[in-house]
């Protein structure tokens, strides 16, 4: 039983790392995704606020890719760390 809710915890945790690394290597494209977005819903800027605008959610994808990156790598250890010690 231990074994299967500790299986499921390697499972989350591959997951979140696999969606943080996509999150760290695209930030820039969902970055300029998003800003596009932003700019035809606003309709025109100055050059220099777009590339503030990017820079921004680029930096967020950033963030929380960086952040389910960690969380899932220290899930996965954690739980091979558990499973190791487990006598079943």
Not at 29 to 52: A, M
Request: proline share 0%; charged share 10%.
């Amino acid at each position: 039983m231990i074994k299967n809710k500790l299986k499921g915890g390697i499972v989350l945790g591959s997951l979140l790392s696999i969606v943080g690394f996509i999150l760290l290597f695209f930030s820039v494209n969902f970055g300029i995704s998003i800003s596009e977005y932003w700019l035809s819903k606003r309709g025109s800027v100055e050059t220099s606020i777009y590339l503030k605008v990017i820079e921004g959610h680029t930096n967020n994808f950033l963030a929380a890719g960086s952040i389910l990156f960690g969380v899932g790598v220290i899930t996965l250890v954690l739980t091979y760390y558990m499973m190791l010690n487990i006598k079943e």
